[in-house]
C-alpha cells in the first residue's frame, strides 16, 4: 500500500503521516457483531455458525483472509495519533462486557453443543478484545488507561499479566528467566502451564518487592496483585450471582480459553530466541532478533500491529500506530493467526521453525 503523504524511512519500510483517522482496526468490533449476530440468524449453531462463529472467525476466517490479503508494510511517520485511533483500545473495555454479559444472559437457553461453542468463541475473543487491548493500554503512561487496561484483564481473570508483563517480561524477554519465552524444541503444550504459573508467581514477586521497598503491607489494599485478583473474584461472584452457577462456569471457561490464546502467542513470538549471557553474569540488550515478527494486514488490524514485535519490544511505549515492521528481526514463515494453529501441531512446528530458528544464529 502506499499513500499520497508516504515516505521511506531509513529501515526501509513505507511511512505515511498519522494525520487521519485508520478505519482497518475498526475490524476488531466484528469480534463482538459477529458472534451476537450469529446467534440471532441461527440460535442452533449449525447453519451461520451460532455461538460457534466467534470461534469461527478468529481461526479460520481471520487466518484465510490475512493470508489472502498479504503483507502490510504502511506504518505512520508523524508523531500525532489520530484521536480515534487513540480511543479504540479503551472502546475495547465496554465492548468486551457487551459480549462477556451478553454471553452469560444467553447462556441459559444454550444447548450442551452450544454452551461449548460459547466459552470457546467467548475466550477467543476475550485473547483479542480483552487481553490484546489491554496489552496495548497497560504500556502507556496515562492512569486512566492503564487502569482500562486492568480491567479487562479482570474481565478474563489475569490481573497478574498487567504486573509481570511489564516490569518483568520486558526485562527477561528471551532469557531463561522469564517463563513467557519458549524454549527450542519445547511444545506448546509444555508451554502453556509453565509460562502461566510463571507470570503469576513472578508478578506475586515483583509486587511483594515494590511494597517491602516501600515499608507497606504485602497483604494489604495497596497490594495490585491482590486487588485484580479480588475484582476477578467480585466479578465472578457476580454472574454466579445473576445468571447462575452454569454461567460462572462458562465464564471461568472462556476466561481458560481467553489465557491460553494469549500464551499461544507467547509462545509464537519469542520461541527458541536467546540473549547471549555476559561474562559479569547480565544478559545482552534486547535487540530486533529477540522477537518473532509478521508483517500481515488482517491479523496486524485484528492485533493493533502486535505482530511487529521486535520495535514493540525496543519501544514500549510506542502507539500501535507507531509500530514499524524490522526487517533486521526473524520473520515467522505465516502470519501469527495461522501460526497459532500450526503451533497446536508440534511436529509441524517443528518442521517449520528449528531450521527457521537455526539461521536466526
Given at each position: 500500500m502506499s499513500d499520497a503523504n508516504g515516505a521511506t524511512t531509513p529501515n526501509g519500510t513505507k511511512a505515511t503521516a498519522a494525520s487521519a483517522f485508520r478505519w482497518r482496526y475498526l475490524?476488531?468490533?466484528?469480534?463482538?457483531?459477529g458472534p451476537i449476530a450469529s446467534w440471532m440468524l441461527d440460535p442452533t449453531g449449525f447453519l451461520a455458525g451460532g455461538s460457534w462463529m466467534g470461534l469461527v472467525m478468529i481461526h479460520l476466517l481471520v487466518p484465510a483472509l490475512d493470508a489472502l490479503a498479504g503483507?502490510?508494510?504502511?506504518?505512520?511517520?508523524?508523531?500525532?495519533?489520530?484521536l480515534m485511533n487513540r480511543l479504540l483500545p479503551l472502546l475495547c473495555l465496554p465492548a468486551w462486557y457487551l459480549l462477556l454479559f451478553w454471553a452469560m444472559a444467553l447462556e441459559s437457553r444454550a444447548s450442551a453443543w452450544g454452551w461449548w461453542g460459547l466459552a470457546l468463541s467467548l475466550g477467543a475473543s476475550g485473547g483479542i478484545l480483552a487481553i490484546n487491548a489491554a496489552h496495548e493500554l497497560i504500556h502507556r503512561p496515562g492512569r486512566v488507561e492503564r487502569t482500562a487496561g486492568a480491567m479487562l484483564l479482570v474481565g478474563v481473570c489475569y490481573g497478574a499479566f498487567k504486573i509481570e508483563h511489564v516490569r518483568g517480561h520486558h526485562l527477561r524477554v528471551a532469557t531463561p528467566l522469564d517463563s513467557a519465552s519458549a524454549r527450542r524444541g519445547e511444545s506448546v503444550y509444555a508451554f502453556i502451564p509453565r509460562s502461566v504459573l510463571g507470570t503469576l508467581r513472578h508478578a506475586w514477586t515483583l509486587e511483594r518487592n515494590r511494597l517491602v521497598a516501600a515499608g507497606e503491607q504485602v497483604w494489604g489494599p495497596r497490594n495490585e496483585w491482590l486487588?485484580?485478583?479480588?475484582?476477578?473474584?467480585g466479578l465472578a461472584l457476580l454472574i454466579g450471582g445473576v445468571f447462575g452457577a452454569t454461567a460462572l462456569a462458562l465464564f471461568l471457561a472462556a476466561s481458560v480459553v481467553a489465557v491460553v490464546e494469549l500464551e499461544i502467542i507467547n509462545y509464537v513470538e519469542h520461541y527458541g530466541l536467546q540473549r547471549l549471557q555476559l561474562p559479569d553474569g547480565r544478559f545482552e540488550p534486547v535487540t530486533p532478533a529477540h522477537s518473532w515478527n509478521a508483517n500481515t494486514g488482517v491479523v496486524n488490524a485484528f492485533l493493533f500491529?502486535?505482530?511487529?514485535?521486535?520495535?514493540?519490544h525496543a519501544h514500549a511505549g510506542r502507539d500501535y500506530l507507531h509500530l514499524r515492521s524490522l526487517p533486521q528481526a526473524p520473520t515467522l514463515p505465516l502470519g501469527y493467526g495461522a501460526m497459532v494453529l500450526v503451533a497446536l501441531l508440534p511436529p509441524l512446528w517443528r518442521r517449520?521453525?528449528?531450521?527457521r530458528l537455526a539461521r536466526t544464529g
Amino acid at each position: 500500500m502506499s499513500d499520497a503523504n508516504g515516505a521511506t524511512t531509513p529501515n526501509g519500510t513505507k511511512a505515511t503521516a498519522a494525520s487521519a483517522f485508520r478505519w482497518r482496526y475498526l475490524l476488531v468490533f466484528l469480534l463482538v457483531a459477529g458472534p451476537i449476530a450469529s446467534w440471532m440468524l441461527d440460535p442452533t449453531g449449525f447453519l451461520a455458525g451460532g455461538s460457534w462463529m466467534g470461534l469461527v472467525m478468529i481461526h479460520l476466517l481471520v487466518p484465510a483472509l490475512d493470508a489472502l490479503a498479504g503483507e502490510d508494510d504502511e506504518v505512520p511517520l508523524n508523531g500525532r495519533t489520530p484521536l480515534m485511533n487513540r480511543l479504540l483500545p479503551l472502546l475495547c473495555l465496554p465492548a468486551w462486557y457487551l459480549l462477556l454479559f451478553w454471553a452469560m444472559a444467553l447462556e441459559s437457553r444454550a444447548s450442551a453443543w452450544g454452551w461449548w461453542g460459547l466459552a470457546l468463541s467467548l475466550g477467543a475473543s476475550g485473547g483479542i478484545l480483552a487481553i490484546n487491548a489491554a496489552h496495548e493500554l497497560i504500556h502507556r503512561p496515562g492512569r486512566v488507561e492503564r487502569t482500562a487496561g486492568a480491567m479487562l484483564l479482570v474481565g478474563v481473570c489475569y490481573g497478574a499479566f498487567k504486573i509481570e508483563h511489564v516490569r518483568g517480561h520486558h526485562l527477561r524477554v528471551a532469557t531463561p528467566l522469564d517463563s513467557a519465552s519458549a524454549r527450542r524444541g519445547e511444545s506448546v503444550y509444555a508451554f502453556i502451564p509453565r509460562s502461566v504459573l510463571g507470570t503469576l508467581r513472578h508478578a506475586w514477586t515483583l509486587e511483594r518487592n515494590r511494597l517491602v521497598a516501600a515499608g507497606e503491607q504485602v497483604w494489604g489494599p495497596r497490594n495490585e496483585w491482590l486487588r485484580l485478583a479480588a475484582a476477578s473474584a467480585g466479578l465472578a461472584l457476580l454472574i454466579g450471582g445473576v445468571f447462575g452457577a452454569t454461567a460462572l462456569a462458562l465464564f471461568l471457561a472462556a476466561s481458560v480459553v481467553a489465557v491460553v490464546e494469549l500464551e499461544i502467542i507467547n509462545y509464537v513470538e519469542h520461541y527458541g530466541l536467546q540473549r547471549l549471557q555476559l561474562p559479569d553474569g547480565r544478559f545482552e540488550p534486547v535487540t530486533p532478533a529477540h522477537s518473532w515478527n509478521a508483517n500481515t494486514g488482517v491479523v496486524n488490524a485484528f492485533l493493533f500491529n502486535l505482530q511487529r514485535h521486535a520495535d514493540h519490544h525496543a519501544h514500549a511505549g510506542r502507539d500501535y500506530l507507531h509500530l514499524r515492521s524490522l526487517p533486521q528481526a526473524p520473520t515467522l514463515p505465516l502470519g501469527y493467526g495461522a501460526m497459532v494453529l500450526v503451533a497446536l501441531l508440534p511436529p509441524l512446528w517443528r518442521r517449520l521453525m528449528d531450521a527457521r530458528l537455526a539461521r536466526t544464529g
